[in-house]
């Protein structure tokens, strides 16, 4: 059974960073896609970043140049790291997975459906 576990969450102030980790246990196919997701209470589900095994990238437009997602395929972990926070990423952050390889959405895309989701992580940013 498959496992997405996130951990790195945190509270920090206007301008800091944090990294996000999300470790993947179970998966038998290497090639999948692993997205970030978040949600701020009273809002929808907000894609933020995708990628695949062989690493391509997708980010969402409020967190380009701010935001890296990367991977270390060995550990089966993806990573986010984010820098210039804003109050703006105050929200759980949530990471999924899928290993279909006939969906067309790109991986991080919001409107693509996600065979496993993480319990999340809580980000906080004060200003």
């Known amino acids: 059974q498959v496992q997405l576990v996130e951990s790195g969450g945190g509270s920090v102030q206007t301008g800091g960073s944090l990294r996000l980790s999300c470790a993947a246990s179970?998966?038998?196919?290497?090639?999948?896609?692993m997205a970030w997701f978040r949600q701020a209470p009273g809002k929808e589900r907000e894609g933020v970043a995708g990628?695949?095994?062989?690493?391509?990238?997708y980010y969402a437009d409020s967190v380009k140049g701010r935001f890296t997602i990367s991977q270390d395929n060995a550990k089966n972990t993806v990573y986010l790291q984010m820098n210039s926070l804003k109050p703006e990423d105050t929200a759980m952050y949530y990471c999924?997975?899928?290993?279909?390889?006939?969906?067309?959405?790109?991986?991080?895309?919001?409107?693509?459906?996600?065979?496993?989701w993480g319990q999340g992580t809580q980000v906080t940013v004060s200003s």
């Open positions: 990628i695949y095994s062989g690493g391509g990238t």
């Open positions: 179970g998966y038998r196919n290497s090639n999948k896609c």
């Open positions: 999924a997975s899928d290993s279909r390889p006939w969906i067309r959405v790109p991986c991080g895309d919001p409107r693509r459906s996600y065979e496993y």
